[in-house]
C-alpha cells in the first residue's frame, strides 16, 4: 500500500455521498472494486440497492454499506456517520458528491426549491465535513474530496437562464475546499482536500432533481423527464469516466481537480476574459478558443 492512495485504495474505507446514481454511483464501484470498503448514502432507497447490486455483480473485493439519509439535513448525516461509526473506526477518504439543481431565480423563483437545492448542493458538503471529521482525524492518512461544478467558476448557463441556487452553492464548495488546504496542513497534516468541477457529465441529477422538488412525484411533466433523460443520455462524458478521472485525480493528490474537455475548455475561457463572463455572446464565442 503506497503512503497515500498512490497504490489505489484497496484496504481504506471511503464515504459517499449520492452513491445511488451517477457519479456516486460510479465512484461506489470503482473504489470497492479495488478493494476499499464504501460506505454510500442517497435518498432514494431503490437506488441505493441497485449500485448495491451492481458492486456484487462486480465482484468487488471491497465491502459497501448503504443508509438513506438526506444530506441537506445535519441529524440525517449524523445518524449516518453514527452507522459508519459503528461499523469502520475511521474514513480515509470522504466523498461529498451529492447535488440537485433548481432554484434558478432569487427574484422569481420558488424559495423552497432554492433553499432545498442550496441546502442539498452547499449543507450536504458542509455538514458530512464536519460530521465525519472525527472518523477522517482518526486514519492514518486522508482525504475530503468536494464536487463543486463548472457552475463553481463561471455562474451560468448561459445569458437567458438564471442558476442562481446551485452556482452560489458550488462557488462556496469551492472557495471551502481550497480554504481546507491550509486548514489541514496546519492543523491535520495527514489531510488533504480536493475540489471537483465536472462539466456536463451523463447522469440523472437533472431527473433526480425533478422528483426531489416535485409535490408529487408520480405525477411529473413527461417532457420534463424527457429533458432530463437526454441530459443524461447525450452528455459528452459517462458518470463511470467521470469517477476515473477524479480517483485518477486523488490517486495523484491533485487539489483541482477539472473533468471533461469542456471544464476545461470553460475554465480557460473565463480566465482569459474573466470580465466578460457574462456578457451575452459569451457562450457563443466559446468556440472560438484554441
Known sequence: ??????????????????????????????????????????????????TAAMCRADGSTGSVMSALADVSDEAQVLAFRDAVAAWRPAVNLLFNNAGISG?????????????????????GVYFNTRAFMPLLMAAECGHVVNT??????????????????????????????EALITDFRQNAPHLRASVVMPGHIGTSIA????????????????GMMAFGEAFRDNAPMSSADAAAVILDGVRHGEWRILVGDDAHHLDAMVRLHPTEAYETDFVGRLGSLG
Not at 448557463?157 to 469551492?174: C, E, I, R, W
Open 148 to 177: 463543486s461544478s463548472v457552475n463553481g467558476f463561471w455562474a451560468s448557463l448561459g445569458p437567458d437562464m438564471p442558476h442562481t441556487a446551485y452556482s452560489s452553492a458550488k462557488f462556496a464548495v469551492k472557495g471551502f475546499t
Open 1 to 50: 500500500m503506497g503512503e497515500r492512495f498512490e497504490d489505489g485504495f484497496a484496504g481504506f474505507v471511503a464515504v459517499v455521498t449520492g452513491g445511488g446514481t451517477g457519479m456516486g454511483r460510479e465512484l461506489v464501484r470503482q473504489l470497492a472494486a479495488d478493494g476499499c470498503d464504501v460506505a454510500m448514502c442517497d435518498v432514494i432507497e431503490a437506488n441505493l440497492a441497485e
Open 103 to 123: 432554484g434558478g431565480s432569487i427574484v422569481t423563483g420558488d424559495r423552497d426549491q432554492w433553499d432545498k437545492t442550496f441546502g442539498v448542493c452547499w449543507n
Open 207 to 222: 431527473i433526480n432533481s425533478i422528483r426531489l422538488h416535485s409535490p408529487d412525484p408520480d405525477d411529473i411533466d413527461p
